[in-house]
């Protein structure tokens, strides 16, 4: 089929294959790949709004084990730097974001090598007897550490999390979903199978969780469609993820020499994950890594969610990258688009509307 | 993009004349500026620009200096401009300018891009001076410098007419003028935000005079401050009128207004999407103007590479110590190396020409 059909093919929602998706992803022209995306977003979610969520990445430790060569953000054990928060630093940084408006953290680590897996479970009951908030915490890798070192399994795991406190399992540490990628870049951590298997084991005890890509540094075009395939497979299955969040590599401060992405390989990659994540429902803009502007573009291109305030980010600005944005920049960037803004939860519910802050 | 979505949109007429290479009205031109669909417009531009330079993308290998901040005019926009004894005021003396230029000796830089205030007593002579003894310094460069604003300043300040000033600049060395201080020509905008600067009808007359001379110009606009979309319009109207009638703009550079340490505090940054749509219909009303400049240290080199399909064919150049847009807040890096800027019109899906003021192509060997 010609890519002049296979775009109209997949804005109508139908299926691609792995061929027809790199057929598109390598042939269709910027424009008719942005229009297809963005139809599709439309015929997903015809209302004309944005969704953002009001949260904060809180890093619990930077100590980690792993040494995966793109992050500039962790510390070895033995090497100067590193943290582990104290409840107090913790619950200030809850309070305040439950100040600004927030509804969720986003809480992830490092792996930690002695840490208990009752010293997270401590950690959730700590927040949730204080405070109403909803904890997105522990990507799959750390889950699979955790699952490890205790000598229990991830179904186990998961279930103890959920019972002290956890609400859903942010999407992180999925890199690239295809282990010749993750032997070169990220060797100690979990393999895609392992990453795909806690996210199904999460889906099937009901808890929802989020995916992510983070692409451009050592794979090739197609494992970024590979992973994109398993992702789908995976939801076709479960259904369990609420969103897609694919992100640039930043390479600043890390063992990986290269350029960025630039903005136009991004929207590009962008358009062609909302068209292969048929069975998705939400698509994310990451305004963190690419700024604003291209952000505010990429809401043309398949994104119907601008993401999170990040009243804290710590591993992208560890590579060198500092872009901020209030909540009322978010909203302006979102309806100066053309759209409506909304404030979401995590499962992309909406937030009381009572119009906040049209000031 | 098919003509069902511009039928959708209301633009059918605009896409036909688009598509046959027809001028498009100031009326059309609004209509543009009020179509939801960036991607539409951007399209529509992307047409013409593909039209007219393919996949080329041009950047330059070039330096800036600022040789002075210090500024009779104090436009409320601009966070560059001090009153003469400001703690924060400077001013090169030719020297200083000589150094800078001689710093970067061993550089392949083709053009040396030279702006500075409307500063009050510094002589013409010191402007003829600094060009010459560049011209002696590096004969192969081409000096771009001098607003249309600073030679009609320089033409009061030195009782003579700015047709003597030209000559006399050229005489020393001056091979083009940049664009700058056109900001919006509207004499409603002006009065608010530079009252004290030259007119825009005074702009575009500097400029005309110039070109008749054989001495090329480029044009800016600044937008994004308080203009309507329609001042937008005239603005591109009045430059296209005058290209017209002279052919001697060379490059338009549409620059998105930096509020940071300005006078306007309760201007919000412009964003990207009125930036790209801004670009096209800058490209779509400009059809005898050959080049749009995405000036990446206004938009950000991510934006700027985007724009690339949204009529902008001019990626700037490497620009060493950019001092105006950064003063005020502009968030981009401070210069790009030409790997740098090569890398990312190539991954754009451009193919990078580095050419000179005039763009023409520069042959390295």
């Known amino acids: 089929m010609e890519t002049g059909r296979l775009l109209e093919k997949a804005a109508l929602g139908e299926r691609l294959s792995i061929d027809e998706a790199a057929d598109i992803y390598g042939q269709a022209d910027f424009f008719g790949l942005g229009q297809a995306a963005h139809s599709l977003r439309l015929r997903k979610h015809p209302d004309p709004v944005v969704t953002y969520v009001v949260d904060r990445n809180i890093n619990y430790s930077n100590i980690c084990v792993c040494g995966c060569r793109f992050c500039a953000f962790f510390r070895a054990p033995d090497q100067e730097g590193g943290y582990v928060l104290s409840r107090e630093d913790l619950a200030g940084k809850i309070e305040e974001t439950l100040g600004l408006g927030g509804t969720q953290i986003l809480m992830q680590g490092g792996h930690h090598p002695t840490l208990p897996l009752s010293f997270y479970e401590e950690m959730l009951r700590f927040i949730k007897d204080r405070y109403p908030i909803h904890i997105h915490a522990f990507s799959p890798p750390e889950i699979v550490h955790f699952a490890r070192l205790e000598g229990v399994d991830v179904g186990t795991v998961i279930d103890r999390l959920r019972a002290a406190g956890l609400d859903s399992i942010p999407g992180g540490g999925a890199e690239i979903l295809v282990d010749s990628v993750r032997k070169a870049v990220s060797p100690n951590k979990c393999s895609a199978s392992e990453w795909l298997g806690v996210m199904e084991e999460a889906h099937r005890q009901g808890m929802r969780t989020t995916a992510t890509m983070m692409f451009g540094h050592e794979e090739e075009p197609c494992h970024r469609l590979e992973h994109l395939l398993a992702l789908r497979e995976l939801q076709d299955r479960t259904g369990g993820f609420t969103a897609f969040i694919p992100w640039a590599f930043q390479p600043g401060n890390t063992s990986i020499r290269r350029s960025p992405e630039t903005a136009v390989s991004y929207l590009r990659l962008l358009a062609v994950s909302r068209l292969v994540l048929d069975n998705f429902d939400n698509v994310q803009a990451s305004w963190v890594t690419m700024g604003p502007k291209v952000a505010q573009l990429a809401l043309q291109f398949g994104a119907n969610d601008f993401g999170s305030t990040m009243i804290e980010e710590n591993v992208v600005a560890a590579a060198g990258v500092h872009f901020r944005l209030s909540v009322r920049e978010i909203r302006r960037i979102i309806e100066a688009a053309g759209f409506k803004p909304r404030q979401r939860t995590m499962a992309y519910g909406p937030v009381e509307e009572s119009d906040r802050d049209q000031s | ?365």
């Open chain 2, 1 to 365: 993009m098919d003509t069902k979505l511009f039928k959708e949109l209301g633009l059918e007429d605009i896409h036909g004349k688009i598509q046959a290479g027809e001028r498009i009205s100031v009326e059309e031109g609004e209509r543009l500026f009020a179509c939801p669909n960036v991607l539409a417009v951007g399209s529509l531009a992307h047409l013409v620009r593909r039209r007219m330079h393919g996949d080329a993308a041009y950047y330059v290998v070039n330096q800036h200096i600022n040789y002075s901040n210090v500024c009779v005019n104090g436009c409320r926009f601009c966070a560059f401009g001090r009153k003469k004894g400001d703690s924060l005021a400077f001013e090169l003396n030719v020297d200083d300018i000589l150094n800078k230029v001689k710093a970067r000796t061993d550089d392949p830089i083709t053009e040396v891009h030279i702006v500075g205030g409307c500063h009050p007593d510094l002589p013409f002579s010191f402007y003829e001076e600094a060009l010459r003894r560049i011209k002696t310094l590096r004969p192969e460069i081409r000096i771009k410098a001098f607003t249309a604003v600073e030679i009609a300043h320089f033409a009061k300040l030195e009782g003579i007419s700015t047709r003597e000033v030209l000559t006399r600049l050229k005489a020393a060395g001056l091979d083009m003028l940049p664009g700058g201080g056109a900001e919006v020509f509207s004499t409603r905008i002006r009065a608010l935000l530079c009252p004290e600067k030259l007119s825009g009808q005074g702009w575009l007359d500097v400029a005309r005079e110039a070109h008749q001379m054989g001495i090329k110009t480029n044009a800016t606009m600044l937008y994004g401050h308080l203009e309507t979309e329609r001042e937008r319009i005239e603005h591109l109207d009045a430059l296209r009128r005058l290209q017209d009638e002279t052919g001697g703009l060379v490059c338009f550079i549409p620059l998105p207004f930096q509020p940071a340490n300005t006078q306007i505090k309760d201007a919000q940054p412009t964003t990207g999407v009125e930036d790209l749509k801004t670009m096209a219909v800058s490209r779509l009303m400009l059809d005898n103007v050959p080049h749009i400049k995405a000036y990446w240290v206004m938009l950000t080199v991510k934006l700027a590479q985007v724009a690339l399909y949204f009529g902008a064919d001019d990626f700037d150049g490497t620009v060493i110590e950019e001092k105006i847009g950064h003063m005020a807040g502009a968030e981009s890096e401070q210069a790009l190396t030409r790997r740098k800027l090569e890398r990312i019109i190539r991954e754009g899906g451009f193919r990078p020409v580095e050419r000179d003021c005039f763009f023409n192509a520069v042959k390295r060997g």
